[in-house]
């Protein structure tokens, strides 16, 4: 049963801002909205997490919908090495929560 | 500040033959979990491991596969009489134990090819 849902794929033009949506309509009051990225041949990277403010790190904002149903993780200025799958998930902090469970998530292609 | 380390990046074995992962867990951290990622799919959960304990190997296939995290060393993912359909990356992931956030740090993987 599917928590999130993402589009396959997006492109992005250099320099400019990519915006991956997400969205998570049965989200419940516990639940964080976490970010990762695999880059090929790499292992997954954490990128950015929130609950329901918005979040601002130096990789990424996070941008959670106030109903928390979607969000849009944006990367101010893509670059080449920003090629990756990226996955939305969302984690509870309570029961088996170290079992991250990854979709199939976006392949944002950053073109130069 | 080293991150997770696992080796080797590759491994090529022959069907029956037996694999060992290892992994290292970044400096601090005494948590580490399993993920396989089979061709074209997302990563699934195998196991999760304290030292020299397994907290969750609900993901482990139930036979061949076998995890530990001893006191001393890195932990090993142990895949014995390999099959092709083992030919996959395994990515482990260590955190610290903190409170109310979950970051889990992965390692670059082992890529294991089952001729």
């Known amino acids: 049963d599917a928590k999130t849902t993402q589009p396959p794929s997006m492109d992005c033009a250099e320099g400019r801002a990519a915006n991956l949506p997400c969205n998570h309509s049965?989200?419940?009051?516990?639940?964080?909205v976490y970010w990762y990225r695999q880059i090929h041949s790499q292992g997954p990277q954490y990128i950015i997490h929130g609950l329901k403010n918005n979040e601002t790190n130096e990789m990424a904002s996070l941008i959670i919908t106030e109903d928390r149903k979607s969000s849009t993780l944006i990367l101010p200025h893509a670059t080449l090495r920003d090629t990756a799958v990226y996955y939305c998930i969302v984690w509870s902090s309570g029961g088996s929560n170290y079992k991250l469970t990854f979709g199939k998530g976006t392949l944002l292609t950053v073109n130069p | 500040n080293a991150g997770v380390m696992q080796n080797p990046r590759h491994l090529v074995r022959r069907r029956g033959q037996e694999a060992r992962l290892r992994c290292s867990p970044m400096?601090?951290?005494?948590?580490v979990y399993w993920y396989r990622q089979l061709p074209e799919e997302g990563l699934k959960f195998m196991v999760y491991l304290q030292k020299e304990n397994i907290i969750d190997e609900s993901g482990m296939p139930k036979e061949r596969f076998s995890a530990e995290f001893p006191k001393e060393g890195p932990s090993i993912l142990r895949i014995q009489q390999v099959v092709r359909g083992d030919s996959a990356a395994y990515f482990c992931?260590?955190?610290?134990?903190?409170?109310?956030?979950?970051?889990?740090?992965f390692g670059p993987g082992t890529r294991l090819t089952v001729t």
């Open positions: 049965t989200i419940s009051g516990n639940e964080y």
């Open positions: 400096k601090g951290h005494s948590h």
């Open positions: 992931a260590s955190s610290p134990r903190t409170v109310n956030t979950y970051e889990q740090y």
